[in-house]
């Protein structure tokens, strides 16, 4: 059987490593970058509508959340209308795409793995500047970009051409994977250029054609990547480009009846709603849509009696705090033993006191800003239930500046059932809680809507093996802290209202972007 692996060989796939910030080389590269792009501030991005260039008229803009009158980008607010014509353009399109053999999708991927690995401090610059990622975090974030390239590429491969079945006598028959078709990807604004072209790439290497709308926070760097997709033999009809309001356009694009598919990673409540519009026919719909849903978290690390505790500190604090506590993954409860309790606390808060707050170019800074205004005032709202929920031993406000900063803030003595242990804040909001003892911490920990990422510190490998039997999420870490997952190592998705563990950057995800025919052929 002749596979498309065997005509493209490329070696096994392995994590792009992170940039050396401590190099002096590394930092004069990113200042550079930064200054760069600076100097790009303000332009206005076009939408790509079935390959041609098109304009609204009405306009949005993207800021700056280090330095609010900063304007980085001016995009197109698309009407729906201009969101169905997109849908149609990618319907189209999809007619010869589909044709196009897999090799040559796949090497669009390695292409554009290669421009954004050329062009990885610029990219970084751009996330810096556009949703408040320190360099370490924005850095991060373009390595994942380049993974998910490389990763799905080579997954394609493996994927491409006849599988095999069970032999079955006077026959040839085999299974293939063909394309669904028209793609919308609705990706939110926190890891802006990994989950919007990771979500994009799966889709389009997969042989389907795409609307991508990206994020109102941030249309700037999905923009980038969009042209960066385009130079690497992306047809521009087949990567269709719509900026605009997620109510408007991404509803649009849910609801099309020529939608086939919709891939969507962002917050429970949008999830549900999308997941709603995929589920009802409309007229002339031919297809059940198939909607990707990664949600949100409200993820805990446990801290068991028998925990090395500055470990585990030193793991709650960075998954707390690490990008403001603006991961999905972030761990937002620690549920600590009784025994230990009180010795963690005093240990986190110094810990805590550590973090440097301020604008995200000033690599001094271990944390930016929270995205945007109505996030921060959403989180300080949060901060105030969890004044009359717990006790706040750190932070519990805004740090200074004129950016959206947020102090990292830890509240001690709440409630499971508190309203901080069980909604996702999505900022630098750490809820500590004390368990009676292990199986309790466990309890405790699964008792949530959610279930996406989950930590535990202990020594004693039989709660360990508990852990992993019991602890119900999608990514469970053993004494180590539960962000910062990599592509092939550590698939990612969740479990309950944290979404359809579609498991990104594993070897299942594909298969959520083709279906499979088998063909049983008569031996004459
Ligand atoms: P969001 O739900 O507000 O927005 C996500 C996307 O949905 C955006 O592109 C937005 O424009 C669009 N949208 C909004 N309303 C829509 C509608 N009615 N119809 C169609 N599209 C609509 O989320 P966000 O604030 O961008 O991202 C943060 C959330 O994402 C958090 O909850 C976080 O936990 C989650 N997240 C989950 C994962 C995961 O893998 N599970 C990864 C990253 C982020």
């Known amino acids: 059987m002749a596979t498309a692996e065997a005509k493209l060989q490329k070696p096994e796939f392995t994590n792009e490593p992170f940039v050396d910030f401590s190099k002096?080389?590394?930092?004069?590269?990113?200042?550079?970058?930064?200054?760069?792009?600076?100097?790009?501030?303000?332009?206005?991005?076009?939408?790509?509508?079935?390959?041609?260039?098109?304009?609204?008229?009405?306009?949005?803009?993207?800021?700056?959340?280090?330095?609010?009158?900063?304007v980085i980008g001016v995009f197109q607010k698309a009407t729906a209308e201009q969101a169905r014509a997109a849908v149609e353009a990618a319907a189209k399109a999809f007619e010869s795409w589909?044709?196009?053999?897999?090799?040559?999708?796949?090497?669009?991927?390695?292409?554009?793995?290669?421009?954004?690995?050329?062009?990885?401090?610029?990219?970084?610059?751009?996330?810096?500047?556009?949703?408040?990622?320190?360099?370490?975090?924005?850095?991060?974030?373009?390595?994942?970009?380049?993974?998910?390239?490389?990763?799905?590429?080579?997954?394609?491969?493996?994927?491409?051409?006849?599988?095999?079945?069970?032999?079955?006598?006077?026959?040839?028959?085999?299974?293939?994977?063909?394309?669904?078709?028209?793609?919308?990807?609705?990706?939110?604004?926190?890891?802006?250029?990994?989950?919007?072209?990771?979500?994009?790439?799966?889709?389009?290497?997969?042989?389907?054609?795409?609307?991508?709308?990206?994020?109102?926070?941030?249309?700037?760097?999905?923009?980038?990547?969009?042209?960066?997709?385009?130079?690497?033999?992306?047809?521009?009809?087949?990567?269709?480009?719509?900026?605009?309001?997620?109510?408007?356009?991404?509803?649009?694009?849910?609801?099309?009846?020529?939608?086939?598919f919709v891939a969507f990673t962002g917050s429970k409540d949008v999830g549900l709603l999308i997941s709603e519009a995929a589920g009802k026919r409309q007229p002339g719909q031919l297809w059940i849509k198939r909607a990707v849903l990664e949600m949100g978290g409200?993820?805990?690390?446990?801290?068991?009696?028998?925990?090395?505790?500055?470990?585990?500190?030193?793991?709650?604090?960075?998954?707390?705090?690490?990008?403001?506590?603006?991961?999905?993954?972030?761990?937002?409860?620690?549920?600590?033993?009784?025994?230990?309790?009180?010795?963690?606390?005093?240990?986190?808060?110094?810990?805590?006191?550590?973090?440097?707050?301020?604008?995200?170019?000033?690599?001094?800074?271990?944390?930016?800003?929270?995205?945007?205004?109505?996030a921060m005032k959403g989180i300080l709202n949060y901060i105030e239930v969890g004044k009359k929920e717990g006790k706040v031993v750190l932070g519990g406000g805004r740090a200074p500046g004129d950016g959206y900063f947020v102090q990292p803030t830890v509240i001690a003595d709440v409630d499971p059932k508190a309203r901080i242990a069980q909604e996702e804040i999505f900022g630098p909001v750490l809820a500590v809680i004390k368990a009676k003892d292990f199986d309790d911490a466990l309890r405790i920990a699964n008792d949530t809507e959610f279930g996406l990422t989950g930590a535990v510190y202990s020594k004693n490998k039989a709660k360990l093996e508990k852990a992993e039997e019991t602890f119900h999420v999608g990514n469970l870490y053993l004494n180590r802290k539960c962000t910062g997952a990599m592509v092939g190592a550590h698939p990612f998705g969740g479990f309950n209202m944290s979404g359809t563990d579609s498991k990104t950057g594993g070897k299942d995800y594909l298969l959520h972007f083709l279906q499979a025919k088998s063909i049983a052929e008569k031996a004459s």
Not at 192 to 201: R, S
Not at 205 to 226: D, F, H, Q, W
Not at 227 to 241: R, S, W
């Open 298 to 374: 409200k993820d805990a690390t446990i801290v068991d009696e028998e925990a090395d505790v500055d470990a585990a500190v030193e793991g709650v604090a960075q998954a707390a705090f690490g990008y403001q506590g603006q991961k999905c993954s972030a761990c937002s409860r620690a549920i600590v033993s009784e025994k230990v309790y009180d010795t963690f606390v005093q240990k986190l808060v110094e810990r805590a006191k550590k973090v440097t707050v301020g604008p995200s170019e000033d690599p001094a800074n271990y944390m930016g800003p929270v995205v945007s205004e109505s």
């Open 98 to 260: 589909k044709r196009v053999p897999a090799e040559k999708r796949v090497e669009v991927l390695f292409r554009a793995a290669k421009s954004i690995r050329e062009r990885k401090f610029e990219i970084s610059a751009w996330i810096c500047y556009e949703v408040g990622k320190s360099w370490v975090e924005a850095d991060a974030d373009t390595a994942e970009t380049i993974d998910f390239c490389e990763f799905y590429g080579r997954e394609m491969l493996r994927l491409a051409g006849p599988q095999k079945v069970t032999p079955y006598q006077n026959e040839r028959n085999f299974m293939t994977y063909i394309p669904l078709g028209v793609g919308a990807v609705i990706p939110p604004w926190n890891f802006p250029a990994a989950i919007a072209t990771g979500m994009t790439v799966a889709a389009l290497v997969t042989g389907n054609t795409v609307v991508l709308k990206p994020s109102e926070e941030s249309p700037t760097i999905a923009a980038r990547m969009v042209e960066i997709l385009y130079e690497a033999g992306v047809p521009k009809d087949v990567l269709n480009f719509v900026t605009g309001l997620g109510e408007v356009a991404g509803d649009a694009l849910a609801k099309h009846p020529k939608t086939r």
């Open 24 to 70: 002096p080389e590394n930092r004069t590269a990113m200042e550079a970058a930064l200054k760069k792009v600076a100097g790009e501030f303000g332009r206005e991005y076009p939408m790509y509508i079935g390959g041609e260039k098109v304009t609204s008229a009405e306009k949005m803009t993207s800021t700056n959340p280090s330095h609010p009158s900063q």
